[in-house]
């Protein structure tokens, strides 16, 4: 038996991904129809670790088409527009309408990940002279509308409104505003996203609509009834939490001796000159101080340098490290930061011609009573950056005799670093930066009974190896997001 956890590392390790079969499905970009499926979907067995995010791709009349079985019912996916949400064809609810001959059904989310998210939807109903109320539990209502009286279109009759919360399962009532008034109408709850919207209800919605377009969001922190454990079952290999100072961390970093295939993860325990312990990590011949680790997010924080500086103690030409053919990049949990005044500050990519980013500094003039952090600018940086090149050039004005130039930098830095007016650049020479050993996508997953499964001593984390590159990670305890990641392989 498994275990369900909240937690999905997608883990490519470059060691692991190199020697992945080729012809593995590229997962989140599987296409059935015209349809993209994205994680933590997929058609291929390998691309999903939940069978609730199992994806058929079935013929019919107009194609292929995607489909999601919810207990028992086939949602065809229309669309994957949302990070954490998909939108489904959702069946509507028929009320005294003993004339249709189609069963109705209403589609019941308890058990599952998904649900039915207040912000994303709306309850809609079409008829006229009744009040439509959805309902929780079957007896708290969440809201309701007032359809029309009834008239000539009454086809095209109905009322829609907000739901006030999320939503698993519901049941609809229909109350009757005139005596006597018994007629049949529908309800559902639909996306505006499709739609037009109009009175009395969004355009191409009527008594002959048997589907509606509805987001469907997935709950990453769902863990069923087996929680967020250790497994009891089976084999379990356990790694040592290790520490070098007061920097602590475990797989897949160690400083013990290791193969050449997690070369990049070596740890190097140094004393400094008045014997205090620092880790090191060498990436492309150059030792970079690790500052902290963070399993689950899939980084580590390093002592990144300055990577322009244009004062003359402390000049810097303004290249980054290059991360290229290793497994790590920049995270995009930094930014590039850049102090001082009347310049343009431009960042390139890996090539000198590719500009990716830049900003003009505040003029001189106006800053020259104006604290560092103030006067800088920052910029945002694009995702899965292995290297990037950084240049000052000053735009003062002739005019400005009082200080035609600036000194300054420019640097990659962490989100976490504390900017403040006492932040002191005057002797820095690094800055707090994260980089990313996996990549983050949502999910969730489950650990196994095996010996893939392994665990820290302390049993605050486990993960399992679903296959070559997937690793399903869990912290005993956390209720958060959740997450999958995958490490970036060499290109």
């Known amino acids: 038996m498994g275990f369900h956890l909240p937690l999905y590392f997608l883990f490519l390790l470059c060691p692991i991904l190199q020697a992945a079969d080729f012809q593995d499905p590229t997962c989140g970009k599987e296409v059935c129809g015209n349809i993209t499926i994205p994680s ?55 009320i005294n309408c003993d004339h249709i001959s189609e069963t109705s059904v ?85 996306s505006l996203y499709s739609f037009s919207i109009a009175y009395p ?27 967020c454990t250790r497994p009891g079952l089976g084999p379990i290999n356990t790694y040592k939490i290790e520490s070098c100072g007061n920097v602590t961390f475990h797989y897949p970093f160690s400083m013990k001796d290791q193969d050449d295939s997690n070369v990049w993860f070596k740890v190097v325990c140094n004393k400094t000159a008045n014997g205090e312990k620092v880790p090191f990590l060498n990436i492309n011949g150059k030792n970079l101080q690790i500052l902290d680790f963070n399993f689950l ?9 300055i990577t322009y500086s244009n004062c003359r103690k402390n000049h810097h030409n303004g290249m980054s ?12 949990s930094n930014y ?4 001082g005044c009347g310049n343009l500050v431009t960042i390139f990519g890996n090539e000198t011609d590719n500009l990716i980013s830049g900003c003009l500094q505040p003029s001189c003039r106006i800053n020259n009573n104006t604290s560092p952090i103030a006067s800088s600018c920052l910029l945002t940086i694009p995702k899965g950056l292995s290297s990037f090149f950084a240049n ?12 035609k130039t600036s000194c300054g930098f420019v640097s990659v830095i962490s989100y976490k670093s504390d900017l403040n007016d006492d932040f002191d650049l005057s002797n820095r020479t690094h800055f707090p930066t994260q980089l990313q050993w996996a990549t983050l996508l949502y999910g969730e997953c489950y650990l196994n009974d095996s010996s893939d499964t392994s665990c820290t001593l302390d049993g605050q984390y486990c993960w399992s190896k679903l296959s070559s590159n997937h690793l399903c990670s869990c912290q005993r305890d956390t209720n958060d997001i959740s997450y999958s990641r995958s490490c970036k392989g060499i290109s």
């Not at 008829?127 to 708290?140: F, H, K, M, R």
């Not at 490290?321 to 995009?332: A, E, H, I, M, V």
């Not at 000052?392 to 200080?403: A, C, F, G, L, T």
């Open 321 to 332: 490290l290059n991360l290229t053919g290793t497994c790590f990049y920049y995270s995009d």
């Open 336 to 339: 590039f930061w850049s102090s």
């Open 201 to 227: 209800l969004p355009t191409g919605i009527n008594n002959g609509t048997t589907h509606v377009p509805a987001v469907l969001s997935w709950n990453s922190t769902y863990c069923g009834d087996g929680g």
């Open 106 to 190: 209403s589609v019941n989310l308890a058990g599952t990940p998904f649900f039915f998210s207040s912000d994303k939807n709306y309850f809609g109903s079409v008829g006229c002279e009744n009040l439509a109320t959805i309902l929780s539990n079957g007896t708290d209502s969440l809201g309701g509308c007032i359809q029309p009286r009834c008239h000539d279109d009454a086809s095209e009759s109905g009322c829609f409104t907000q739901i006030t919360a999320n939503l698993t399962s519901y049941t609809v009532n229909m109350t009757a505003m005139y005596p006597d008034s018994n007629r049949c109408a529908s309800a559902f709850i639909f």
């Open 297 to 305: 997010a899939g980084t580590i924080e390093v002592n990144h340098p």
């Open 392 to 403: 000052m050039s000053n735009m003062v004005d002739s005019s400005d005799y009082r200080r």
């Open 40 to 94: 933590p979907f997929g058609i291929h067995s390998t691309c999903y670790a939940d069978p609730s995010f199992r994806v058929a791709c079935n013929p019919t009349p107009n194609g292929n088409k995607p489909f999601i079985n919810v207990n028992g019912i086939d949602l065809e996916v229309l669309d994957s527009i949302y990070s954490d949400a998909i939108i489904i064809s959702n069946p509507v609810t028929y």
